[in-house]
């Protein structure tokens, strides 16, 4: 099929397949997709992204729902030498503005409900729009039907792009960080051998794919390891245990955990066929690793990643996995704790900035080569921007952010976004936007706003306005009122007064 000196990721993905009938995803309805028809499907959607104008280097934007299909649209992206832009689907018209004109791609791919909304946004950069539905239905695929399944997979370096994947920035404006095929492929092959995956896995997948864990993690390690997936649209808990028997290993964020928990059918009895529970996207708490334990009998092994570096640490596949932990540097993969302001390495326990080095780390943020230079050290290292220690044993602990971001329910939400908008609301003097600690999402999204004297503003009031300007996962939990935000002697607002004041707000 492909030469294997090809560096291009699906090439390393299915160049050595020796059974095209083996499973690789079955879908709630019954739907059974093997390896072969990933091939031949993915070979007539590149064929389809060739003709509507994808050239090697092209970016494509989707912003689709999670279905077979949509996974399959990525996988023929890269075999065509273009590069995958996931969005989430729950990004506004407002936003979708900024990463289209951005990342300026050929192609947009989108749910058909917003094809007309897009079309004016896609115009200022000369994109074509193509539709897909949630059932894998649209313009794509009906475009793709016509198509042969043959398709020479574009030759790719290591080093070349295979996807950029948006996050939140210090300054308020998004980063795209530029992925390169071999980031993908390193990282998941290190993966399938610590996590000890087999062909003989059934990966429970109910995480979206428009971001690291649901896409790259979840989908690369399982296609690697020949293993199958069973592809929920979404997190359904109930439908989750019910399928554990089948499978062998499930991968969510906290929320998952949380809420497997409050049902009384999550026991001993149906987690018995699972070999591994993995959480990542946000800090576990210590109490529902412990509580996790003690219902089923299996101990989570949580693992820290960014958006920018794919997985950096991993509790242990043998041996303990600490709660409050994220493990060790992964194999390839070198972390430090350094001082924040002059770098220097500090010693076992002591907290300060983390960072890191390998294959898994990017090359750099997409058209910003200043902020890049400023978040990559001289030697190689990049400065993750989150506070952590590591201990006498070896274990890397995340403290906090140094960038003042927000994780909810597993989505990175930067604060001074969401700050503006609430600013420019009437009535409104400021505002400071914090996470706060909740059982469910991680953080909470808390807005703390001033408003001026006399102005009839409340909780509903605020989030009205809000309402369509704002992805939900943005939206605050809750809104507070003060008469003024607390501040040091330089003025900055101290945010970790806020976050002291209101840490028991979504204590139940």
Known sequence: MNSPANANLFSRLFGSLDDPSRLAIETPDGRHISYGDLIERSGQIANFLVKRGV?????????????????????????????????????????????VTDAEPSLVVCDPAKAEGLRAIAAK??????????????????????????????????DDLAAILYTSGTTGRSKGAMLSHDNLASNSRTLVDYWRFTDKDVLIHALPIYHTHGL????????????????????????????????????????????????????????????????????????THREWSARTGHAVLERYGMTETNMNTSNPYDGERVPGAVGFPLPGVSARVV?????????????????????????????????????????GFFITGDLGKIDAKGYVHIVGRGKDLVISG??????????????????????????????????????????????????????????????KFKM???????????????GKVQKNVLREKYKALYAK
């Open 55 to 99: 050239k090697t280097g092209d970016r494509v934007a989707v912003q689709v729902e999670k279905s077979v299909e949509n996974l399959i649209l990525y996988l023929a992206v890269v075999r065509a030498g273009a590069v995958y832009l996931p969005l989430n689907t729950a990004y506004t018209l407002n936003e979708l503005d900024y990463f």
């Open 125 to 158: 950069v000369g994109a074509v729009i193509e539709t897909l539905d949630a059932d894998g239905k649209g313009s794509l695929s009906e475009g793709a039907d016509a198509e042969k399944a043959d398709f020479a997979t574009v030759p790719r370096e290591n």
């Open 216 to 287: 790259f993690v979840a989908s690369n390690v399982t296609l690697f390891a020949r293993a199958a997936m069973i592809f929920l649209p979404k997190l359904d808990p109930e439908r989750i245990i019910k399928l554990m028997p089948r499978a062998t290993v499930l991968m969510g964020v906290p929320t998952f955990y949380t809420r497997l928990l409050q049902s009384p059918n999550l026991t001993k009895e149906t987690t018995s066929h699972m070999r591994l529970f993995i959480s990542g996207s946000a800090p576990l708490l210590a109490e």
């Open 339 to 379: 001082d924040p302001e002059s770098g220097k390495p500090l010693a076992a326990d002591e907290i300060g900035m983390i960072e890191v080095k390998g294959p898994n780390v990017f090359k750099g943020y997409w058209r910003m080569p200043e902020k890049t230079k400023a978040d990559f050290r001289d030697d």
């Open 410 to 471: 597993g989505f990175n939400v930067y604060p001074k976004e969401i700050e503006s908008e609430i600013d420019a609301i009437d009535g409104v003097v400021e505002s400071a936007v914090i996470g706060v600690p909740h059982a469910d999402f991680g953080e909470g999204v808390t807005a703390v706003v001033v408003p001026q004297k006399g102005a009839k503003l409340d909780e509903a009031s605020i989030l009205h306005a809000l309402d369509g300007r704002l992805a």
């Open 476 to 490: 605050p939990k809750r809104v507070l009122f003060e008469d003024d935000l607390p501040r040091n002697t330089m």
